[in-house]
């Protein structure tokens, strides 16, 4: 079935340290690609999007994503997490005509 | 350049009722789309106006239902609302002829059904 992935529900870093949230996609064609954030209690803010391309994307607050065909991957990545980016992450894609479809999120908690 | 803005920003509502949600779409935005966010979840898509039309609807029952009007704005109603439709509800609003530019999300309006 089509889908989005994103396998970890919850993941814990500490500040300063980097950050890779992990999202596959299973459609037949490259779809295009979208890594957004949510604070609590919020709506959903784009951080970054893949059409085509360079395969590495960069996107607001430091945030960057890397397409991967191969793997059907578009991995989100920080190089030094700061608390203010405790939120959730959702991968999305819009495969065709249709309108975004979302994986799950995963819960990025930032501890000192 | 205006964002979406959704009103109202939190609701409780009997099980039984009915209940409107309104969203003004992102200037130059012509189409809205409707997504549920239940707690712990990702947003599901519910419907897509364009044109004042539906043109997509996920897997959502036919008490779910919108309206868009001629300035793009749009409403989602919900009738005989059920314990379960509690959740977050987001529009989103996007051009039409560049879905690939994005989305662009309102801060939700929270449903609670009790």
């Known amino acids: 079935a089509q889908s989005v992935t994103q396998p970890d529900i919850h993941i814990t870093v500490s500040e300063g340290a980097s950050l890779e949230l992990r999202c596959n996609y299973s459609?037949?064609?490259?779809?295009?690609l979208f890594w957004y954030v949510q604070s609590p209690g919020q709506g959903l803010q784009l951080l970054l999007k893949?059409?085509?391309?360079?395969?590495l994307v960069q996107g607001i607050k430091g945030f960057e994503a890397e397409f991967k065909r191969s793997q059907s991957s578009f991995n989100l990545r920080k190089p030094s997490v700061h608390w203010s980016d405790a939120a959730e992450y959702f991968c999305a894609v819009v495969p065709g005509n249709t309108p975004l479809v979302f994986g799950k999120g995963t819960r990025l908690s930032v501890i000192a | 350049e205006t964002g979406v803005t959704q009103s109202p920003t939190h609701l409780i509502k009997t099980r039984g009722q009915q209940v409107t949600l309104r969203c003004s779409s992102q200037?130059?935005?012509?189409?809205v789309s409707w997504y549920q966010q239940a707690l712990g979840q990702g947003p599901q898509f519910i419907f897509q106006y364009y044109r004042e039309e539906e043109n997509g609807r996920g897997n959502f029952p036919p008490r779910f239902s919108g309206l868009q009007f001629p300035n793009y704005s749009s409403e989602l109603n919900v009738n005989a609302l059920e314990l379960d439709d509690s959740a977050l509800y987001l529009c989103a609003s996007s051009k039409a002829d560049s879905p690939w530019y994005g989305y662009t999300f309102g801060s939700g309006t929270r449903l609670t059904v009790v």
């Open positions: 459609y037949g064609a490259t779809p295009y």
């Open positions: 200037s130059g935005h012509n189409t």
């Open positions: 893949y059409f085509s391309g360079d395969t």
